[in-house]
């Protein structure tokens, strides 16, 4: 009984500590979308006079081409692709469309941890031959989640080039695929490095 408390209370101390790290890394992105916003509002306006224009002085010898009526910035929002000379080119992910990716991608690997961590870290010392104790994989868990934010911010924006070029169409299960490989190879590396008589090596 007071094993699974002490269990409930370590899990509820994980969470709360992964929350904080979340709220850090959306205050910084709202404070970034705040200043861009003020940027834009400081940007002098521009003001047209009236135009008059005198058609009987205008003389066309050729008129072809294409005419769009009523495309304007705010209408690109809604536009997935389109053509130029024939070419398809990707519109990247809107703000809020990398916010949501990037809170789906923190709670797979949040389930990710508590899931294959354990299983992970066991595999890794028997290939490596170390016998370390609980109270490294609680650490390791720790230091990755304190990581995932930035870790995930990055990879979004190296993913973003890719999507503008249509190269990447699932960026997510990339991404996450990624940051497994390197959450593994993390844990190889942080073994590695520790001391040996840490490591409390196996007889061979």
Request: without cysteine; hydrophobic residues 35%; proline residues 5%.
């Amino acid at each position: 009984m007071y094993q699974d408390y002490s269990q409930f209370l370590q899990w509820m101390q994980h969470t709360i500590h992964a929350q904080e790290n979340r709220i850090a890394s959306l205050e910084q992105t709202i404070q970034k979308l705040l200043e861009e916003v003020k940027q834009l509002k400081d940007k002098p306006s521009i003001n047209v006079e009236k135009i008059e224009y005198k058609f009987d002085q205008l003389k066309v010898e050729n008129l072809d081409g294409t005419l769009n009526v009523g495309l304007n910035p705010s209408d690109l929002a809604g536009i997935e692709d389109f053509a130029v000379q024939n070419q398809p080119v990707n519109i990247p992910p809107s703000p809020k469309d990398q916010m949501q990716r990037s809170i789906k991608i923190e709670e797979s690997l949040y389930r990710y941890l508590e899931t294959d961590l354990p299983a992970i870290f066991e595999e890794t010392q028997k290939r490596l031959n170390v016998q370390l104790d609980e109270s490294y994989l609680s650490f390791i868990k720790q230091d990755i989640i304190k990581q995932l934010p930035t870790r995930i911010d990055y990879h979004l924006k190296s993913n973003a080039n890719k999507e503008r070029a249509g190269e990447n169409q699932d960026a997510e299960v990339t991404i996450l695929e990624l940051l497994k490989k390197e959450i593994q190879n993390g844990i190889v590396v942080f073994i590695n490095n520790l001391p040996d008589n840490v490591k409390g090596m196996k007889p061979q």
